[in-house]
């Protein structure tokens, strides 16, 4: 059964600090690129950041380069996202995707909630 689940949301102030985290299971994760995702209500759901398959090239959307990070570990599976400097308008459910090369299959997780409020 495919699986990723996110956490480490929560509430923080403006300027803080958050990490989120996404564990893979039921599927060969080092064949999928890794992206996190995050949606307001209201809003389609944004590209953030992604990684490839070996960690080697990561892109950010231009409103989060320079604050957030994304990284993976193939060994355990999991791909985080360390969000730093963060402000009002990062507040939203933060989703992690699998994707595979080509686009033929692709795994969502559940959603994690930030909230950056003072």
């Known amino acids: 059964q495919v699986q990723l689940v996110e956490s480490g949301g929560g509430l923080v102030q403006p300027g803080g600090s958050l990490r989120l985290s996404c564990a893979a299971s039921?599927?060969?994760?080092?064949?999928?690129?890794m992206k996190w995702y995050r949606q307001t209500p209201g809003k389609e759901r944004e590209f953030i950041a992604g990684?490839?398959?070996?960690?080697?090239?990561?892109k950010y959307a231009e409103s989060v380069k320079g604050r957030f990070t994304v990284s993976r570990d193939n060994r355990r599976k999991t791909v985080s996202l360390q969000m730093n400097s963060l402000k009002f308008e990062d507040t939203a459910v933060y989703y992690c995707?699998?994707?595979?090369?080509?686009?033929?299959?692709?795994?969502w997780g559940q959603g994690t909630q930030v909230t950056v409020a003072s």
């Open positions: 995707k699998a994707e595979a090369v080509g686009g033929n299959s692709a795994y």
């Open positions: 039921g599927f060969t994760f080092h064949y999928y690129v």
């Open positions: 990684v490839t398959r070996d960690g080697g090239v990561k």
